[in-house]
Nanobody, 121 residues
Framework: QVQLVESGGGLVQAGGSLRLSCVAS?????MGWFRQAPGKEREFVAA????????SYADSEKGRFTISRDNAKNTLYLQMNSLKPEDTAVYYCAAVLMVVPPKRVHEYNYWGQGTQVTVSS
């Protein structure tokens, strides 16, 4: 069983930056970040393989967000720059025992409780 705990969310002005962290209690292979805004479905943000050699991003996040991981610390990160009001959502980290990091919600087995990110205009 893998437990995931996110942190780093908060309130930031548009154009600002935040760094989210997710600490995993057990071994994970691929990991990802998703987000869910009020009234909307949970959507893919970014994913990374175990080695970090393979990453993928949603089109709207390319060039603004960077996913990374430190396996020695069992920690996943999401650096978010140039934040926009439309980035406001609860951000979740997820993990799955797959080599190739998937992009779909239903492919992940383990989820954190989420951390709120609010971007003011």
């Amino acid at each position: 069983q893998v437990q995931l705990v996110e942190s780093g969310g908060g309130l930031v002005q548009a154009g600002g930056s935040l760094r989210l962290s997710c600490v995993a209690s057990g071994r994970t292979f691929s990991m990802g970040w998703f987000r869910q805004a009020p009234g909307k479905e949970r959507e893919f943000v970014a994913a990374i393989s175990w080695t970090g050699g393979s990453t993928s991003y949603a089109d709207s996040e390319k060039g603004r967000f960077t996913i990374s991981r430190d396996n020695a610390k069992n920690t996943l990160y999401l650096q978010m720059n140039s934040l926009k009001p439309e980035d406001t959502a609860v951000y979740y980290c997820a993990a799955v025992l797959m080599v190739v990091p998937p992009k779909r919600v239903h492919e992940y087995n383990y989820w954190g409780q989420g951390t709120q990110v609010t971007v003011s205009s």
